[in-house]
Nanobody, 126 residues
Framework: AQVVESGGGLVQPGGSLRLSCIVS????????IGWSRQAPGKVREGVGC????????HYGDSVKGRFTISRDNAKNTVYLQMDNLKPEDTAVYFC????????????????????WGQGSSVTVSS
């Protein structure tokens, strides 16, 4: 299995970015995807998660209402749409995969996930 991220970059406050998490080797239907981030000098923080069984998504309080997780089955890809970005969203973002996953819900706990992407840098600054 392999997880590859893309889509980071520099954006102004209030702007948007979309990160992609491309999964190979496993179907999303029985996978869970977790998104986390690590800002400089801080511990890694769970941002959200996604369960392929019911396309269920859950978000951390710091991003709820601004971030949205979705899927594209044809591309075996999960997206993290980030809107109304703030400087405090600046971090390296990671997606991670757990397979198999049969639950209709998901967890942001990082130790739930086995396969990790390389990270994608997001900078929110004017």
């Amino acid at each position: 299995a392999q997880v590859v991220e893309s889509g980071g970059g520099l954006v102004q406050p209030g702007g948007s970015l979309r990160l992609s998490c491309i999964v190979s080797g496993f179907t999303l239907d029985y996978s869970a995807i977790g998104w986390s981030r690590q800002a400089p000098g801080k511990v890694r923080e769970g941002v959200g998660c996604f369960s392929g069984r019911e396309s269920f998504a859950h978000y951390g309080d710091s991003v709820k209402g601004r971030f949205t997780i979705s899927r594209d089955n044809a591309k075996n890809t999960v997206y993290l749409q980030m809107d109304n970005l703030k400087p405090e969203d600046t971090a390296v973002y990671f997606c991670a995969l757990r397979y198999p996953w049969y639950s209709n819900t998901c967890s942001v706990e990082q130790n739930e996930y086995k396969y990790w992407g390389q990270g994608s840098s997001v900078t929110v600054s004017s």
